[in-house]
């Protein structure tokens, strides 16, 4: 290899040291730095996750995945929780299962986790009884849970649980918000803001069990700085935010992703290049993905990747009355 | 950064409020008028204008207090002003309860019904203000749009740290001054006076009178009550400022010694070596460092903090400085909950008093150090005297607690090294010096050394802020304080504490004796309960104050504080799911997983007070007491 | 540049760039995926950025520093910093002793180029333009990022070769995170300069005039002589319309009719021709011209292939549809067309004729098998063999010592304003662009609905509008030396006095490129959409937009 004047490669990144901990009796030696969670997939080991996402900071919000870490006075977040040379870790223990199951029931019981892909397996695996905090409170008006105030107290109505039941909010043509299905996981701000889009289209909003993702004092997406890139979408683990066509096709009993293929492409417009993963149905593209682990997109698209496919759908001129050439 | 901002505009005297906080807008870009050529052809932004993002609470708090809430125009005002996105501005302002995002009067009169008042004498205040009529100031009335904004109204307030005053109210009459007084005592024809305009009459924290005044072994509160608060004269005159160039000639890794052998402790409840912290955080090699004085004291029940900030300013100005002088800061905030407007008066004047003399700034006594206090105030959010929270809370951000770790020590205001002490550690800092870090090791117990206040209330004759040697008895201070003959339980250490029973308060007060009785000292609260007391109402009203004051981040607490409320309420009114025993085992498994599992303090202790009110009271199952 | 045409760097670089200049580009509207790699740089490593833009973009408003330079006067403002940076001894004096001819006299060529000659030329205060300067130059990595606010000028190649002046001049190339990049405005611009798709080079970059190597390779492959000549850009091919050199067109995938400047002349070019094909997925207003059409796949979802990104990245497509009945595949198209004019190729697969190009083209891409292009998520060519991993950015070959290759060399170029002035009949200046939800004429985009389309406007400052009594949604007639058109107008401060902007997204209604003029720079043939001068009127009565 010739002499270069300067470096010319990447700028060095310090090599990390390897440590060595223990996690459920197994030694495992990783990168220092690494998280619980990093080093449990390295050993195969499953730890179940609602707020963590790879493309994402960890906000560890859900506390799903909480590990016990010997002589730590709670449980530690292992999506964030780096692991130290020595540490010892169970991630099956009765005080880790109890409050797992605890956070299962409590989401459970007060949000609607019926197109959470996994939660029903979730739920029989940590044997939840989300029932028995009583039956859910009616669900709340349109708009009542955004002129919630922060630290003033409604009346509990007694022997009902309190839900996040709320009419879906429904006021553009590409995509829906259904807070009644909202876990308050943060990746849909996350994506939004600074991780991703910095469009900072959403925020959280209120606090407490009020709290909420919110435009600015709740406008609809179209008065907001919304610019329906769907990377929200992309991020949602629960089905509460959702493309319109898929909604109305699930309305309409007509989604059936048993049937639908996945291909990935290359999106049409700009030459940035975006990996585009169309899903079909019936020779028709009925949603458009990026995946998470493209080195460009990050799971990412703009408006236009991810809904302007729609026209190799439209009016082609095969369908069209031929020229009239002379 | 690409905002978008709607057409909402300010008001002339919203923006001139804003303005008066940042100074006139210095471009089209933010806010000001177009026309300059220089203008049309470049403009600052960027990361500029994301450093000023710390601003934006102090914004929103001008806005209210100019005109009683934070109008559409005036919150867009100020995302442009400081290029904030509006939802995220949203975001904050909807954080914290004393700032409103509907139209509120401007006149507000802020009812405690807290653990502390709402036995002796608020419930009255508050039915008598329920019958004028007067709007109740948080609930957005259908026609709000008619609000009458010079027609008073009146809200429900959390613990207004006046427990030995009690009831309480805090008066915020908005406006260019905004007015805000701490009132206590207040009777139902008061309360409708206020309503009805009556002047809200003179602070009840202006003067300080100490239970123990005049007792010769106060260290921390030997000035209190004694000196002249607003003097810096009178400050010097009862040995102030001596420690502090003192301290400059010893050097900071000297400092540091004193203060790590004096063993002084953390008294904001988590109890960790000051010194340690002090000495993690001057070797830092990341800059700059922050100081922060934690005077967020939001606990129900505690109100010591109150009576060193607005008694003695000047000490906790120089044991800032001092602090400041061994950790290497030049900047230090103090973060001041709301609800105490005197105290904040009586700091501000101070620092500018210390600044003037040279004790601030940028060359302390001709010195070569350099330190200044900025005092940020709260806005009404008790998670914010969580350490991360409150970093958070002066990033301009919601006051969502952060993971740890990392530690302040490490990464903390800014993401860089940061002490943070509470008042009445830092207060500590000055006696330490004057008489020697191993001398003052030799005060309270071997364990817990020095002396500690403790907030008394409730069910005693003599309400108030108390100075003892750790060690001493909990008897002997509530026999001190004249607690009430038929005296059934004692709520130590605060909301976030434990219930004892009237035959359990032989313990020591010292951080061992809290320990070896399964409770803690907490923030030093000792708020007595006779048999006049509703204990179960009293039960319920911690349990909605964890759900009000959840910052709703993490699932265990935002939604097991609710569910831990609903099944108390489900056994206070006899109508259980599963039986009591039932709700109680429920009550034990929610408790249980938000101590475990939730990110912070908060959640962590949520189930403390309930589960001692259950187990060692008896409440709901009779045993007990 | 300096033989291959594509981007020096890649999209992850600029995330641990120190400064970026983004140059002529709205990025965040038009790249907006790339913007996230930039703002990854700017939040997270601390990149600080300019944005050079007449406009205060959305990607403007993301600069530490906004240079609102006049439309046309780049090479004013690049060769005041090249100054600036030699008079302050910030030019990289080593990189280019060992890399860079022609300095002294590049340097003598910007001496005149003061900065307080700068500051009236350019409109952006000397002070900003010294600071950028020298932040460019001390960089420990800085990159220079641009889009048709460079290339849609009349000098169009000058403006490019003045960036690049730069990047020579501080050694601000061939290295990770520093360099000079085009960001490519259509999805596989970048891969059909790599086929050949352009009238100077053949397949990988390989000069048709000058590299008689190439030519052979090809002459034997395919069996015919390839003339040594270029062929016309598309400029030379409509002026050679006009002389009736040229009589019939084959018209693929592309709307002239409507995203060329000066529309009406375009079309009368267009009629003006013996036989027009357009082979297409939609009737676009150029195919309604046409003799024949040819309806096509839809080649990014309905056929397998290839493209190539700006960062050089070739990428495979795949078909995940069926084209609509009796629409078929462009290869199978051109084959039978071929066969028609009899030359059977047969019915070549995408992965055999791409087999053929990397044979042609081995030093190109003699690595980028349809395997590895799989297994990899694309490779960033040049990619020589099987082994080699892509490559990642250019030209560190002037960095070794000895040099390896041909120096770099400095570029003499000077400024110009651009063809059309103010004048007082025409007393504005149009500069054209994108919007994030809408793509060139909206061909594509119009097949759905964005919540943010509010149709074509007319950009105008306030102080215009305020000056022409016009206020925001008002409906007026623009007019330039060559037709006009009516829009309602839209108040954005976000430009400046006597500047008004338009996008070409919506044809039918607004046909912006009756407006532009179609003066092209005469070495890329692309024309000067970025600056006409207009007028802007008052309409009497309510008419509709669109209408002429």
Request: net charge negative; charged share 20%.
């Given at each position: 290899?010739?002499?270069?004047?300067?470096?010319?490669?990447?700028?060095?990144r310090?090599?990390?040291?390897?440590?060595?901990?223990?996690?459920?009796g197994?030694?495992?030696?990783?990168?220092?730095?690494?998280?619980?969670?990093?080093?449990?997939?390295?050993?195969?080991?499953?730890?179940?996750?609602?707020?963590?996402?790879?493309?994402?900071?960890?906000?560890?919000?859900c506390?799903?995945?909480?590990?016990?870490v010997?002589?730590?006075?709670?449980?530690?977040?292992?999506?964030?929780?780096?692991?130290?040379?020595?540490?010892?870790?169970?991630?099956?223990?009765?005080?880790?299962?109890?409050?797992?199951?605890?956070?299962?029931?409590?989401?459970?019981?007060?949000?609607?986790?019926?197109?959470?892909?996994?939660?029903?397996?979730?739920?029989?695996?940590?044997?939840?009884?989300?029932?028995?905090f009583?039956?859910?409170?009616?669900?709340?008006?349109?708009?009542?849970?955004?002129?919630?105030?922060?630290?003033h107290?409604a009346?509990?109505?007694?022997?009902f649980?309190?839900?996040?039941?709320q009419?879906?909010?429904?006021?553009?043509?590409?995509?829906?918000?259904?807070?009644?299905?909202?876990?308050?996981?943060?990746?849909?701000?996350?994506?939004?803001?600074?991780?991703?889009?910095?469009?900072f289209?959403?925020a959280?909003?209120?606090?407490?069990?009020?709290?909420?993702?919110?435009?600015?004092?709740?406008?609809?997406?179209?008065?907001?700085a919304?610019?329906?890139?769907?990377?929200?979408?992309?991020?949602?683990?629960?089905?509460?935010?959702?493309?319109?066509?898929?909604?109305?096709?699930?309305?309409?009993?007509?989604?059936?992703?048993t049937?639908?293929?996945?291909?990935?492409?290359?999106c049409?417009?700009?030459?940035?290049?975006?990996?585009?993963?169309?899903?079909?149905?019936?020779?028709?593209?009925?949603?458009?993905?990026?995946?998470l682990?493209?080195?460009?997109?990050?799971?990412?698209?703009?408006?236009?990747?991810?809904?302007g496919?729609?026209?190799v759908?439209?009016?082609?001129?095969?369908d069209?009355?031929?020229?009239?050439?002379? | 950064?690409?905002?978008?901002?709607?057409?909402?505009?300010?008001?002339?005297?919203?923006r001139?409020?804003?303005?008066?906080?940042?100074?006139?807008?210095?471009?089209?870009?933010?806010?000001?008028?177009?026309?300059?050529?220089?203008?049309?052809?470049t403009?600052?932004?960027?990361?500029?204008?994301?450093?000023?993002?710390?601003?934006?609470?102090?914004?929103l708090?001008?806005?209210?207090?100019?005109?009683?809430?934070?109008?559409?125009?005036?919150?867009?005002?100020?995302?442009?002003?400081?290029?904030?996105?509006?939802a995220?501005?949203?975001?904050?302002?909807?954080?914290?309860?004393?700032?409103a995002?509907?139209?509120?009067?401007?006149?507000?009169?802020?009812?405690?019904?807290?653990?502390?008042?709402?036995?002796?004498?608020?419930?009255?205040?508050?039915?008598?203000?329920?019958?004028t009529?007067?709007?109740?100031?948080?609930?957005?009335?259908?026609?709000?749009?008619?609000?009458?904004a010079?027609r008073?109204?009146?809200?429900h307030?959390?613990?207004?740290?006046?427990?030995?005053?009690?009831?309480a109210?805090?008066?915020?009459?908005?406006?260019?001054?905004?007015?805000?007084?701490?009132?206590?005592?207040?009777?139902?024809?008061?309360?409708?006076?206020?309503?009805?305009?009556?002047?809200?009459?003179?602070?009840?924290?202006?003067?300080?009178?100490?239970?123990?005044?005049?007792?010769?072994?106060?260290v921390?509160?030997?000035?209190?009550?004694?000196?002249?608060?607003?003097?810096?004269?009178?400050?010097?005159?009862?040995?102030?400022?001596?420690?502090?160039?003192?301290?400059?000639?010893?050097?900071?890794e000297?400092?540091?010694?004193?203060?790590?052998?004096?063993k002084?402790?953390g008294?904001?409840?988590a109890?960790?070596?000051t010194?340690?912290?002090?000495?993690?955080?001057r070797?830092?090699?990341?800059?700059?460092?922050?100081?922060?004085?934690?005077?967020?004291?939001?606990?129900?029940?505690?109100?010591?903090?109150r009576?060193?900030?607005?008694?003695?300013?000047?000490?906790?100005?120089?044991?800032?400085?001092?602090?400041?002088f061994?950790?290497?800061?030049?900047?230090?905030?103090?973060y001041?909950?709301?609800?105490?407007?005197?105290?904040?008066?009586?700091m501000?004047?101070?620092?500018?008093?210390?600044?003037?003399?040279?004790?601030?700034?940028?060359?302390?006594?001709?010195?070569?150090?350099?330190?200044?206090?900025?005092?940020?105030?709260?806005?009404g959010?008790?998670?914010?005297?969580?350490?991360?929270?409150?970093?958070?809370?002066?990033?301009g951000?919601?006051?969502?607690?952060?993971?740890?770790?990392?530690?302040?020590?490490?990464?903390?205001?800014?993401?860089?090294?940061?002490?943070?002490?509470?008042?009445?550690?830092?207060?500590?800092?000055?006696?330490?010096?004057?008489?020697?870090?191993?001398?003052?090791?030799?005060?309270?117990?071997?364990?817990?050394?020095?002396?500690?206040?403790?907030?008394?209330s409730?069910?005693?004759?003599?309400?108030?802020?108390?100075?003892?040697?750790?060690?001493a008895?909990?008897r002997?201070?509530?026999e001190?304080?004249?607690?009430?003959?038929?005296?059934?339980?004692?709520?130590l250490?605060?909301?976030?504490?434990?219930?004892?029973?009237?035959?359990?308060?032989?313990?020591?007060?010292?951080?061992?004796?809290?320990?070896?009785?399964?409770?803690?000292?907490?923030?030093?609260?000792?708020?007595?309960?006779?048999?006049?007391?509703?204990?179960?109402?009293?039960?319920?009203?911690?349990?909605?104050?964890?759900?009000?004051?959840?910052?709703?981040?993490?699932?265990?607490?935002?939604?097991?504080?609710?569910?831990?409320?609903?099944?108390?309420?489900?056994?206070?009114?006899?109508?259980?799911?599963?039986?009591?025993?039932?709700?109680?085992?429920l009550?034990?498994?929610?408790?249980?997983a938000?101590?475990?599992?939730s990110?912070?303090?908060?959640?962590?202790?949520a189930?403390?007070?309930?589960?001692?009110?259950?187990?060692?009271?008896?409440?709901?199952t009779?045993?007990?007491? | 540049?300096?033989?291959?045409?594509?981007?020096?760097?890649?999209?992850?670089?600029?995330?641990?760039?120190?400064?970026?200049?983004?140059?002529?580009?709205?990025?965040?509207?038009?790249?907006?995926?790339?913007?996230?790699?930039?703002?990854?740089?700017?939040?997270?490593?601390?990149?600080?950025?300019?944005?050079?833009?007449?406009?205060?973009?959305e990607s403007?408003?993301?600069?530490?520093?906004?240079?609102?330079?006049r439309?046309?006067?780049?090479?004013?403002?690049?060769?005041?910093?090249?100054?600036?940076?030699?008079?302050?001894?910030?030019?990289h004096?080593?990189?280019?002793?060992?890399?860079?001819?022609?300095?002294?006299?590049?340097?003598?060529?910007?001496?005149?180029?003061t900065?307080?000659w700068?500051?009236?030329?350019?409109?952006?205060?000397?002070d900003?333009?010294?600071?950028?300067?020298?932040?460019?130059?001390?960089?420990?990595?800085?990159?220079?990022?641009w889009?048709?606010?460079?290339?849609?000028?009349?000098?169009?190649?000058?403006?490019?070769?003045?960036?690049?002046?730069?990047?020579?001049?501080?050694?601000q190339?061939?290295?990770?995170?520093?360099?000079?990049?085009?960001?490519r405005?259509q999805?596989?611009?970048q891969?059909?300069?790599?086929?050949?798709?352009?009238?100077?080079?053949?397949?990988?970059?390989?000069?048709?005039?000058?590299?008689?190597?190439?030519?052979?390779?090809?002459?034997?492959?395919?069996?015919?002589?390839?003339?040594?000549t270029?062929g016309?850009?598309?400029?030379?091919?409509?002026?050679?319309?006009?002389?009736?050199?040229?009589k019939?067109?084959?018209?693929i995938?592309?709307?002239?009719a409507?995203?060329?400047?000066?529309?009406?002349?375009?079309?009368?070019m267009?009629?003006?021709?013996?036989?027009?094909?357009?082979q297409?997925?939609?009737?676009?207003?150029?195919?309604?011209?046409?003799?024949?059409?040819?309806?096509?796949?839809?080649?990014?979802?309905?056929?397998?292939?290839?493209?190539?990104?700006?960062?050089?990245?070739?990428?495979?497509?795949?078909k995940?549809?069926?084209?609509?009945?009796?629409?078929?595949?462009?290869?199978?198209?051109?084959?039978e067309?071929?066969?028609?004019?009899?030359?059977?190729?047969?019915?070549?697969?995408?992965?055999?004729?791409?087999?053929?190009?990397?044979?042609?083209?081995?030093?190109?891409?003699?690595?980028?098998?349809?395997?590895?292009?799989?297994?990899?998520?694309?490779?960033?060519?040049?990619?020589?063999?099987?082994?080699?991993?892509?490559?990642?950015?250019?030209?560190?070959r002037l960095?070794?010592?000895?040099?390896?290759?041909?120096?770099?060399?400095?570029?003499?170029?000077?400024?110009?304003?651009p063809?059309?002035?103010?004048?007082?009949?025409?007393?504005?200046?149009?500069?054209?662009?994108?919007?994030?939800?809408?793509?060139?004429?909206?061909?594509?985009?119009s097949?759905?609905?964005?919540?943010?389309?509010?149709?074509?406007?007319?950009?105008?400052?306030?102080?215009?509008?305020?000056?022409?009594?016009?206020?925001?949604?008002?409906?007026?007639?623009?007019?330039s030396?060559?037709?006009?058109?009516?829009?309602?107008?839209?108040?954005?401060?976000?430009?400046?006095?006597?500047?008004?902007?338009?996008?070409?997204?919506?044809?039918?209604?607004?046909?912006?490129?009756?407006?532009?003029?179609?003066?092209?720079?005469?070495?890329?043939?692309?024309?000067?959409?970025?600056?006409?001068?207009v007028r802007?009127?008052?309409?009497?009565?309510?008419?509709?937009?669109?209408?002429?």
């Amino acid at each position: 290899m010739t002499a270069t004047l300067v470096h010319l490669g990447r700028p060095d990144r310090t090599i990390k040291a390897r440590i060595t901990c223990t996690i459920d009796g197994h030694a495992v030696t990783v990168d220092e730095g690494t998280t619980i969670l990093a080093a449990c997939r390295t050993l195969g080991i499953e730890i179940p996750t609602l707020c963590f996402l790879e493309t994402l900071r960890p906000v560890n919000v859900c506390r799903l995945c909480v590990v016990e870490v010997e002589g730590a006075r709670v449980l530690a977040p292992s999506c964030s929780r780096a692991t130290e040379a020595g540490m010892v870790v169970h991630t099956k223990s009765e005080r880790v299962r109890h409050a797992r199951r605890l956070v299962l029931e409590f989401l459970a019981s007060s949000v609607d986790l019926s197109t959470t892909p996994g939660m029903a397996d979730l739920l029989a695996e940590y044997a939840c009884t989300p029932a028995r905090f009583g039956p859910p409170a009616p669900q709340a008006l349109a708009g009542e849970r955004d002129a919630a105030v922060a630290g003033h107290h409604a009346a509990t109505e007694i022997g009902f649980a309190a839900t996040v039941a709320q009419p879906v909010k429904t006021d553009n043509d590409l995509y829906v918000r259904d807070y009644a299905k909202c876990v308050l996981c943060y990746k849909c701000v996350e994506a939004c803001g600074v991780d991703h889009q910095n469009t900072f289209a959403i925020a959280v909003a209120g606090r407490g069990f009020n709290a909420r993702i919110s435009t600015e004092l709740a406008v609809p997406l179209t008065d907001s700085a919304c610019v329906y890139c769907g990377n929200c979408i992309a991020v949602c683990p629960t089905g509460a935010l959702m493309p319109r066509a898929e909604f109305d096709m699930r309305a309409a009993g007509t989604w059936d992703e048993t049937v639908q293929t996945t291909t990935d492409t290359i999106c049409p417009y700009c030459g940035v290049g975006c990996t585009l993963s169309l899903h079909v149905q019936g020779n028709t593209i009925v949603k458009a993905t990026s995946p998470l682990e493209n080195g460009i997109t990050l799971g990412n698209l703009c408006i236009k990747g991810r809904f302007g496919w729609q026209f190799v759908q439209g009016p082609r001129p095969v369908d069209a009355a031929p020229p009239a050439g002379d | 950064m690409d905002i978008k901002l709607s057409q909402a505009a300010a008001a002339p005297d919203e923006r001139a409020a804003v303005d008066a906080l940042l100074g006139p807008p210095d471009s089209p870009w933010v806010g000001g008028a177009r026309g300059a050529a220089r203008d049309a052809h470049t403009a600052v932004g960027g990361r500029v204008m994301r450093e000023r993002r710390h601003l934006l609470v102090p914004a929103l708090q001008t806005l209210q207090a100019r005109i009683g809430w934070i109008s559409e125009g005036g919150l867009i005002y100020v995302c442009e002003r400081l290029q904030v996105p509006p939802a995220e501005a949203w975001g904050v302002a909807t954080f914290y309860a004393l700032l409103a995002t509907s139209p509120r009067p401007r006149r507000v009169v802020h009812v405690c019904d807290d653990v502390g008042c709402r036995s002796r004498g608020a419930k009255a205040v508050l039915a008598a203000l329920e019958a004028t009529g007067a709007a109740i100031a948080h609930e957005p009335a259908a026609d709000h749009m008619h609000l009458d904004a010079e027609r008073p109204g009146w809200m429900h307030s959390p613990c207004l740290g006046l427990c030995d005053q009690a009831p309480a109210a805090l008066v915020t009459d908005a406006g260019s001054p905004c007015d805000e007084r701490l009132l206590g005592h207040v009777t139902p024809e008061r309360a409708r006076a206020l309503l009805d305009g009556a002047a809200p009459g003179a602070d009840a924290t202006s003067v300080t009178v100490l239970p123990q005044q005049g007792d010769a072994s106060l260290v921390l509160l030997a000035r209190a009550g004694v000196v002249d608060p607003t003097s810096l004269e009178s400050y010097r005159a009862h040995g102030g400022y001596v420690e502090l160039p003192k301290a400059i000639d010893r050097g900071a890794e000297a400092v540091i010694r004193e203060v790590t052998a004096s063993k002084l402790v953390g008294r904001g409840g988590a109890a960790f070596p000051t010194g340690r912290k002090w000495d993690a955080v001057r070797t830092q090699t990341a800059t700059p460092h922050y100081l922060i004085c934690n005077a967020d004291e939001s606990e129900p029940g505690t109100f010591k903090d109150r009576v060193l900030l607005t008694a003695d300013p000047f000490a906790i100005v120089e044991s800032m400085t001092i602090a400041a002088f061994a950790t290497g800061c030049e900047k230090g905030f103090i973060y001041l909950r709301a609800e105490y407007p005197l105290a904040a008066q009586r700091m501000r004047h101070a620092i500018d008093q210390a600044r003037a003399a040279q004790l601030l700034g940028d060359d302390i006594l001709g010195r070569g150090v350099r330190f200044d206090i900025e005092i940020r105030r709260g806005a009404g959010a008790y998670i914010c005297g969580e350490e991360t929270a409150l970093f958070e809370s002066i990033e301009g951000k919601r006051g969502e607690p952060r993971s740890k770790p990392p530690f302040p020590v490490h990464s903390g205001l800014f993401g860089k090294p940061t002490v943070v002490n509470n008042v009445e550690t830092l207060a500590n800092v000055l006696p330490i010096l004057r008489m020697g870090g191993e001398a003052y090791a030799k005060t309270g117990t071997s364990q817990s050394t020095g002396t500690r206040l403790f907030c008394l209330s409730g069910a005693v004759a003599r309400p108030g802020v108390y100075e003892l040697p750790f060690g001493a008895s909990l008897r002997a201070l509530l026999e001190q304080a004249g607690a009430s003959p038929r005296l059934r339980a004692v709520l130590l250490g605060g909301a976030a504490g434990v219930f004892l029973r009237a035959d359990e308060i032989d313990l020591p007060l010292s951080l061992e004796g809290a320990r070896s009785a399964d409770a803690t000292l907490g923030s030093g609260v000792v708020m007595a309960f006779d048999d006049d007391e509703d204990l179960v109402d009293i039960v319920l009203r911690l349990a909605a104050f964890f759900r009000d004051e959840s910052c709703g981040q993490c699932v265990p607490c935002r939604v097991g504080t609710v569910r831990q409320e609903e099944a108390l309420h489900r056994l206070a009114r006899g109508r259980t799911l599963a039986g009591a025993p039932g709700e109680i085992a429920l009550l034990e498994e929610i408790g249980v997983a938000m101590r475990d599992a939730s990110i912070c303090g908060l959640g962590q202790t949520a189930y403390a007070a309930v589960e001692s009110a259950v187990k060692r009271l008896g409440l709901f199952t009779g045993a007990g007491a | 540049m300096f033989g291959a045409g594509g981007g020096t760097n890649s999209y992850q670089e600029v995330e641990d760039a120190d400064v970026v200049f983004l140059w002529g580009s709205n990025a965040r509207a038009a790249h907006p995926i790339w913007f996230h790699h930039l703002l990854k740089g700017v939040r997270q490593h601390g990149t600080r950025l300019y944005v050079m833009d007449p406009r205060r973009t959305e990607s403007a408003q993301w600069a530490d520093v906004w240079c609102g330079l006049r439309v046309g006067s780049d090479i004013a403002l690049a060769n005041a910093m090249a100054r600036e940076i030699i008079h302050a001894g910030l030019h990289h004096q080593a990189f280019i002793a060992n890399a860079c001819e022609g300095f002294d006299a590049f340097a003598a060529s910007v001496e005149p180029y003061t900065l307080e000659w700068a500051e009236p030329i350019t409109g952006i205060p000397a002070d900003v333009i010294r600071e950028a300067a020298h932040a460019f130059a001390t960089a420990p990595r800085a990159m220079i990022c641009w889009t048709l606010g460079i290339t849609e000028h009349h000098n169009a190649v000058d403006n490019v070769l003045a960036l690049i002046n730069l990047c020579l001049l501080t050694g601000q190339i061939g290295r990770w995170g520093a360099g000079c990049n085009p960001l490519r405005g259509q999805n596989n611009v970048q891969g059909g300069g790599d086929m050949g798709a352009i009238p100077n080079k053949l397949p990988g970059f390989q000069d048709i005039e000058q590299d008689a190597d190439a030519r052979a390779r090809f002459e034997a492959a395919w069996g015919v002589p390839i003339r040594p000549t270029y062929g016309k850009n598309l400029t030379q091919m409509f002026q050679a319309m006009g002389t009736g050199e040229i009589k019939a067109l084959f018209c693929i995938g592309e709307n002239p009719a409507q995203s060329d400047a000066d529309a009406h002349h375009i079309e009368q070019m267009i009629r003006g021709l013996d036989h027009v094909v357009v082979q297409e997925i939609f009737l676009t207003k150029t195919a309604q011209m046409a003799h024949v059409v040819l309806p096509a796949a839809a080649s990014w979802c309905e056929s397998d292939g290839t493209v190539t990104n700006s960062e050089r990245r070739v990428q495979r497509c795949r078909k995940a549809v069926e084209p609509p009945e009796g629409a078929r595949d462009e290869l199978w198209i051109l084959s039978e067309i071929a066969k028609r004019m009899g030359l059977d190729l047969g019915h070549p697969t995408p992965e055999a004729l791409w087999n053929e190009f990397r044979a042609l083209a081995p030093q190109f891409a003699g690595g980028l098998s349809y395997e590895r292009l799989e297994a990899l998520d694309g490779i960033q060519w040049p990619c020589p063999d099987e082994s080699h991993p892509g490559s990642t950015y250019l030209h560190g070959r002037l960095w070794e010592q000895p040099r390896q290759g041909r120096a770099a060399p400095f570029s003499i170029v000077m400024h110009e304003v651009p063809f059309e002035q103010r004048d007082a009949n025409y007393p504005l200046l149009l500069t054209t662009g994108r919007r994030l939800d809408s793509y060139n004429t909206g061909v594509q985009t119009s097949g759905y609905a964005s919540p943010l389309r509010t149709g074509e406007t007319v950009d105008i400052s306030p102080e215009d509008a305020a000056r022409f009594g016009i206020v925001d949604g008002e409906v007026v007639r623009i007019s330039s030396r060559r037709g006009s058109v009516l829009a309602p107008a839209r108040i954005d401060p976000s430009l400046r006095e006597k500047l008004v902007f338009m996008t070409l997204h919506f044809p039918d209604d607004v046909a912006t490129n009756v407006l532009t003029i179609d003066k092209a720079d005469p070495k890329s043939g692309t024309a000067e959409f970025k600056a006409c001068a207009v007028r802007i009127e008052k309409v009497p009565a309510r008419v509709p937009a669109g209408v002429r």
